[in-house]
């Protein structure tokens, strides 16, 4: 990607004309998006930013607050549901590459 490229793609994102690209902004800009077009490097920038106890994992209350931030509005019962099928070595909580293939399936 050239400069000039990042530069308009910055200027896309950053709908307020901040000049940074807030957490919403962000957020909006992924949904926006093809998952076949998201990049691994956005999903771990966004895997990071919610793993806010920095254990590796997403628990059940990152999971939580990830799906309210992308507007997944879900009961506890959504949230266990999610939690479930993306935890595959069943230890209650989901690390990265579990992530991303609860990611590249959905």
């Not at 690390?95 to 990611?103: I, M, N, W």
């Amino acid at each position: 990607m050239s400069d000039k490229e990042f530069a308009e793609t910055f200027m896309e994102i950053d709908t307020d004309g901040s000049r940074t690209i807030s957490w919403d902004e962000f957020s909006s800009a992924l949904l926006k998006k093809s998952p076949k077009e998201v990049t691994r490097c956005e999903l771990e920038s966004l895997f990071k930013e919610k793993d806010t106890d920095g254990s590796g994992k997403l628990n059940k209350k990152e999971i939580k607050e990830m799906c309210n931030c992308l507007g997944i509005k879900g009961q506890d019962e959504t949230i266990d549901r999610i939690l479930n099928d993306s935890d595959k070595n069943g230890d209650g909580e989901v690390d990265f590459q579990e992530f991303l293939a609860a990611y590249k399936s959905a």
